[in-house]
């Protein structure tokens, strides 16, 4: 009796941890599926380097460039804001901070993370927006700078939790004996703490870098939604992920267009597997170490 | 005899608790003055207080003055400070770099490099009194946690001497290390003894009266003699400190 309980016990965990591995399969199938159908018809080049996205005139035109160049040009600015007041924050709440701002800190920074990305466009909507479009004297506060910033507010937890842990885990002892060797505070933080913690903090922007490029409503929201290349980072773009959200509606199931977005995703797919998988690989070589 | 060192009326405590009492104690320049004691009897601690490695811990305050040279190391600053204290750690960490970038680190750091080729000369002299020259001469740029125990831990002095400290703080040196190791780490203590002035801190009775000119012995926090470590150990005056040595506590 015991014996078999055990044995059905054993069968549902299987079951389960399976079931994780079937399911990214199948979507990741489907996908292929869909995009393959498409390029054979389109062409996988014209569509990846194609300038026009006009998917519904006739003939239509479906190039996935402006889309990516968007997504990109958001992700890279939402990077170059998250990565260094990520990466000092961590620094703060472990190294600097006194422990009463430290624990109240850290909190508020993972209450951040919880933060629906929905309420982050909205506010981003009534607030940043408007901000941006009186500073830099703008037609539209709709623009690629727009959505960075408010992009970056959700990495910015992402990046924080992460690389704290990394710079937490560097030895007690580096610091101790670089200090013992008259190294002040900030040299001991920069050569020693920064250096060993380094894989740790690579990953964490990595993986905040996932989470901006898979972010969908927010960048929706504030970007201004115009699939056209754009020229500087003060332009209305379109995301690849906002594309999908808004034309999946409108599409003729089994179409030409209803494919192409699957496509779309296919592209993105491929993007945030590159990037998580380099994540990997960093945070794989501080744990061999 | 030059005293290096003076300690004045020195309490510590660790969150108002006293762990060392009204210690008054005095290095003398050149000489290896080494400090025994069970565990608890505040030697780590009175260790730490000379460059100031306490002042890290939050929970820790102390009275009472210390004076290098006659400067209070109070009112120095904390990297000058220890510039001319060095310390030695139980477990020997190299930093996460190069054996080569371990020893040019603080040198570096504390602005003593003038000029770029000057560099090789301080790596060569501070291994080779550190006698750990010959055995890595051939891979100074391989990283330093891949040598075994006894080397990196002769590589932490090697990264002490390169500061060219005037003290020499050794805590617990070879407690982790094997008796080969333990032997070459003895060696060039003795050796260093010619230009810096060494404080040992160690649980082995046998190395104190190896290596040492002078031995201390304290006690729950207080210092119950001091003496010649082959007066020390031949006759103690004290009773607690004879049984000690002898192995009848701690």
Redesign the interface.
Known sequence: MRKSLDAVIETLIFICGMLSIVFVVLIFGFLFKEGFAFFKDFGVLKFITGQFWYPSSEPASFGILPLILGSVLVAVGACLIAVPIGIMTALFISEIAPKGVRDVLKSLVELMAAIPSIVIGFVGMVTVVPLVKNIFNLSTGLTAFAGAIMLAFMAIPTIVTISEDAIRSVPWQYKEGALALGATKWQTIRRIVLKAAMPGIIAAIMLGIGRVIGETMAVMMITGNAAHIPRSIFDPVRTMTATIAAEMGETVRGGMHYRSLFAIGLVLFIITFIVNFTADLFLGKKKNR | MVNKIKVENLSCYYNKKCVLESLNINVVQNEILSVIGPASSGKTTFLRTL?R?ND?DITYSRKGDVYLDDNNIFDMKM??L??RV??L?A?P?P???SIYENII??PK??GLITRESYQDTIVEQALKDASLWNEVKDRLNSSATRMSGGQQQRL?IA??LA?NPEVILFDEPCSGLDPVSTAKVEESMLELKQKYTIVLVTNNVKQASRVSDRTAFFLMGKLVEIDKTARLFVSPKEKATEDYITGRFG
């Open positions: 460059n490695m890290l990297e000058s220890r510039k060095g310390m750690f477990m960490i930093l996460p770099m680190y603080a750091r504390l932490c990264r002490i500061v």
